[in-house]
Every structure is written in C-alpha cells, then in structure tokens.
C-alpha cells in the first residue's frame, strides 16, 4: 500500500468513527457469506445505485458513509462487486495497467484479505480498497475523466462468430472489433470458456509488466465470487486493457520488443509434448530452472521449461523454480518495478 494511502485511510477511519469502534459497530462476515455457492440466488440488477454511491461520494465520506449501508443491511458480496464494477468503469487502464488502475486490480486481493482474517475485521481490507478506488478516480479525473462507453449494440456478433471475430480482432490489437465480440461471448458461453479464449492473448506481451496477466486472472477470480452476471463490463474492460500498446505503432505489423519473446513462445509450443503428462516432482529440476534464469535470455528461459516439461517434470516443480527465482530476484533487487 502506497504509504500515503495509508495515512489517508487510517486518518479517515479514525476521524470518523475511530477504526475500532467502526468495525465493533458493523456486524461480522460469517464465512458463508464470502464463499459463492452453487445454487446461490443471484443478486437483481439493482447494483447501479451502490456503484453511483462509490462513484459520487466524496472520499472524505465514503468510509463511514459505506458502514451506515453496511449497519443497515448491505451485504459483503453486494459492496465487492460495487467496488469492482466502480473500478472498470472509471479507471482507465492507460497509460498502462499499472499505477492508477490497481484500483481494479487489488479487488480479489482484498476480498482474500478478508476471508483470511477474522470475521470482525473481514470489512476492513474491502473499506481500503474504496478509498483506494477514490484515489484512483480522482487521478483519472485529472487525467481526463475517461468512462468506459456503451457497448455499439448494432456491431455485437451473433454467437457463432463471436470467438472467431474475438481472436481475429485481438490478433489485429483492434479495440472496436475485440469488444464487441467479447461482449457476445459473455452473453453467451461461460466463465471458462472467456477465460480459454484470452489466456494466451493475455501473456503475448510484456507491457506494463505483466500486469495484463494479472488482471485478467483476477477478473476472474472476483467474477467467481460476485456471480459471473457482472461479466460483461468486466471482460470488456479486461480487452481493452490487453490492447494497450502505450502509443506504439500496431503490434500486429510491426516489430516491437516487446512482442518478440511471445511471437518466439508461440513457435516454440510446437515443441511442447503433453505438459499434462509431467507428473515427476523433481526439487532438482527447480533448482536448475532458478540457475538458469539467473542469467539467461528469454529465449533460453522458454526453451528450459520446454527441456522440463518434455523431460516428464511435474508443472508444480517449475512453477517452484519460477517461483524461487522471482523470489530471489526481488531480494536482491528490492526495488524493482
């Protein structure tokens, strides 16, 4: 957490009703309420108002405006998929999926914040993560007051031509073309599905740091416990943070950086045998994918985990040397961003 943040929201909290008399004054998140369970009844598609509520609120106000809601009878999952749904439709993910937009990004890390803690403290993180958010929208005010649009109805796909038309638009970075056939796709197919179909586009590029990967991962984690019927935003906003390219020529037909270590990854899958097939804990092979990465090119690094996988390693042994080696390297360089 940004060190002023902090401040801010401690300084809010306690200024307000005082953090500990706050949360004394809120009833508890039982566990049954952050789990999603099959067959749970939907919520209606009132959800507008509270996401105005956090749009509009001042944030001087929010955190105790937010707990009067609470004590009248708003429920967890109700405040999470507010805060999400404020997030994508008022943080821009330019100039890059990063800075303003972890606004957006930490929702499903505060929600794992409170399942993790104890049931009189589970509001704490979710109340961060408002103020958080209106930090976030008071610099994308600054920056331009950017509000995602209404979907061009007229341009939507029919089902059957929504997965085609989804990967020929994010082949070409084209953003009119991805949204709309996204927003088909979610209209009519699952969460896996979605999911399946971005995945790779979501790793073709190191721009802002693989934060496209993360959001997309977290997209749908939060999805999985508010109820995919808030899908739609969501995934569009997922696009067209996927597309950002900071300015750059189209990364379709040109030669940029970025894009060449997953224009090499995507010939090199063709070496891959069934990675489902490794099934070989090897603490070995760990050790010898962290040495590797120690001073490698990408280049080498893809080619060491295709030696693994092929070699019958077990996919959780080379995720430990991924692992271990980020670890290392952000204790040897602390500060790396």
């Known amino acids: ?20 008399r706050l949360l004394d004054s809120l009833r508890p998140v039982s566990a049954d309420e952050v789990q999603l369970k099959s067959g749970i009844a939907r919520f209606s598609n009132d959800i507008e108002p509270l996401v105005q509520f956090l749009e509009e609120t001042p944030r001087d106000t929010i ?13 967890y999952r109700e405040l999470l998929a507010a805060l999400l749904l404020a997030g994508v439709r008022n943080v821009q993910p330019r ?5 303003k937009f972890h606004a957006v990004l930490v929702v499903n890390s505060a929600h794992l914040a409170s399942i993790s ?13 408002i103020d958080n958010f209106k930090s976030s929208q008071a610099r994308d005010i600054r920056e331009g007051n950017w509000t995602l649009s209404a979907v061009d109805e007229p341009n939507v796909p029919p089902p059957h031509r929504a997965a085609k038309q989804l990967r020929q638009s994010l082949d070409a970075w084209d953003e009119a073309g991805a949204d709309v056939a ?70 379709s037909t040109s030669d940029l950086e970025a894009d060449r270590p997953g224009r090499f990854n995507q010939e090199l899958q063709t070496e891959l045998k069934d990675p489902w097939q490794g099934k070989r804990p090897d603490d070995g092979a760990a050790t010898d994918l962290v040495q590797t990465l120690h001073d490698c090119d990408p280049q080498a690094a893809s080619k060491k985990v295709i030696e693994l996988v092929n070699q019958g390693v077990a996919l959780q042994s080379i995720w430990d040397g991924l692992f271990g080696a980020a670890g290392e390297l952000l204790m040897r360089k602390p500060g790396i961003v």
């Open 182 to 251: 996204v927003t088909s796709m979610v209209r009519n197919f699952g969460g896996n599905r979605i999911f399946n179909e971005l995945a790779a586009y979501a790793a073709r590029d190191f721009r802002s740091i693989g934060h496209k990967v993360i959001y997309l991962s977290n997209a749908q984690r939060t999805l999985d416990t508010i109820g995919w019927e808030y899908a739609e935003p969501v995934m569009r906003s997922v696009v067209y943070a996927m597309l950002n390219h900071r300015g750059q020529p189209n990364p």
């Open 63 to 75: 955190i105790e405006e937010t707990a009067r809601r609470v004590q009248a009878g708003l429920s």
């Open 1 to 20: 957490m940004n060190e002023l943040q902090r401040r801010h929201f401690l300084a809010i909290t306690a200024g307000s009703l005082g953090l500990s």
């Open 95 to 99: 100039p890059s999926v990063g800075f």
């Open 117 to 129: 803690g104890p049931p009189q403290d589970r509001w704490l993180p979710i109340f961060w993560a």
